[in-house]
């Protein structure tokens, strides 16, 4: 296509490594609006295009108008001008714009390719169907990883599961160092609490199960925001309250449950009621800490999944153990 060979050209190298300017493509029909749909359908024949999902409409400036989807174009009748079936809200993202903003808008628009355009609003070419899908298996792989604390490995080095044992270990060391930092916050706490754990030892026994709790609602919210605070256009408010009132609302079921189970099998209510008020208040706690710290990480200008995994799990493993201590220590005597 002549047209497509006249676009402004980008240069990779001047945007950062996991921009849509490094999957852009510059060999994409275009067309104009006044054109008819006969005249661009056989311009198309016998050219070699890198992205054929869409036809990119333009104006003598190449200034970005729209585009046609390539299923629309095919069954329009060959009199009808383009203009007539350019979609003015194709989506269009800059150079700089980071790629998974690119497939979330995708997403978001149920279209195949996203057209790139200059700060003047020019288009400079498109981010094919092929490149948003090795975009997502991208950051699918990367948020595994980051959600069990292994540092992301760089586009040079084998899989994770390839690379050579000292490789794995020096990915994977750097959050369980601070995972075991925790661990020993953690231990402190308990110890802090020694008296009502002489006062009544049954106490302990649920310690594994207030943490696991906690670790769980805490990870399933975890696994829901990463990549919702992406894609997700309410504000951090609304979030935050539906979250809470999630995290509150699995804390009294499980809550509920557990209370005539522990008060049976120990006939001890008071010890029953600890423990049911420890899941409750866990579970909004858990569930407001796996929204906050990816927000926050995501403010920062990191990703999302940095704030959860190890981090989010020992910081919930403490609070958890001072809340169920901290109960318990008001209601059993």
């Known amino acids: 296509d002549e047209m497509s060979t006249n676009l402004p050209t980008i240069r990779a190298s001047e945007h950062p490594p996991e921009s849509a300017a490094h999957h852009v493509v510059t060999r994409i029909p275009v067309a104009q609006e006044s054109e008819r749909v006969d005249v661009v359908v056989s311009r198309l024949a016998g050219h070699t295009f890198d992205s054929?999902?869409?036809?990119y409409v333009v104006d003598a400036g190449h200034t970005l108008k729209g585009a046609v989807r390539l299923v629309d174009l095919?069954?329009?009748?060959?009199?009808q001008s383009i203009g007539g079936l350019t979609d003015h809200g194709y989506p269009r993202v800059g150079p700089h714009n980071d790629q998974e903003h690119v497939a979330a808008d995708a997403l978001k628009h149920r279209v195949t390719s996203v057209a790139v355009v200059d700060g003047d609003g020019r288009l400079v070419g498109a981010v094919p169907a092929l490149s948003l899908l090795e975009i997502l298996r991208h950051e699918h792989v990367e948020d595994l990883l980051r959600l069990a604390?292994?540092?992301?490995?760089?586009s040079r080095n084998r899989s994770a599961l390839e690379?050579?044992?000292?490789?794995r270990a020096r990915h994977r060391l750097p959050w369980l160092l601070v995972g075991l930092a925790g661990s020993m916050v953690a231990a402190v706490v308990v110890s802090r609490f020694e008296r009502v754990l002489e006062t009544n030892l049954a106490v302990a026994f649920f310690v594994p199960a207030i943490v696991y709790m906690a670790d769980a609602i805490g990870t399933?919210?975890?696994?829901?925001v990463v990549r919702g605070l992406s894609l997700s256009r309410l504000s951090l408010r609304h979030l935050l309250f539906d979250e809470?009132?999630?995290?509150?609302?699995?804390?009294?079921?499980?809550?509920?449950?557990?209370?005539?189970?522990?008060?049976?099998?120990f006939g001890d209510v008071r010890l029953a009621m600890s423990v049911s008020a420890a899941i409750l208040v866990a579970g909004g706690m858990a569930t407001s800490i796996g929204l906050l710290l990816p927000w926050l990480f995501q403010r920062m200008g990191s990703d999302p999944a940095l704030g959860s995994g190890p981090v989010a799990t020992i910081i919930q493993d403490v609070l958890s153990l001072l809340v169920y201590f901290a109960i318990a220590t008001l209601i059993v005597r």
């Open 74 to 79: 095919l069954r329009a009748s060959g009199e």
């Open 163 to 167: 690379a050579p044992p000292v490789r």
């Open 149 to 154: 604390g292994i540092q992301r490995e760089n």
């Open 52 to 55: 054929v999902e869409a036809v």
């Open 220 to 224: 399933q919210t975890e696994a829901i």
């Open 244 to 265: 809470l009132r999630t995290g509150l609302l699995i804390g009294t079921t499980l809550g509920v449950l557990s209370f005539p189970v522990v008060a049976i099998a």
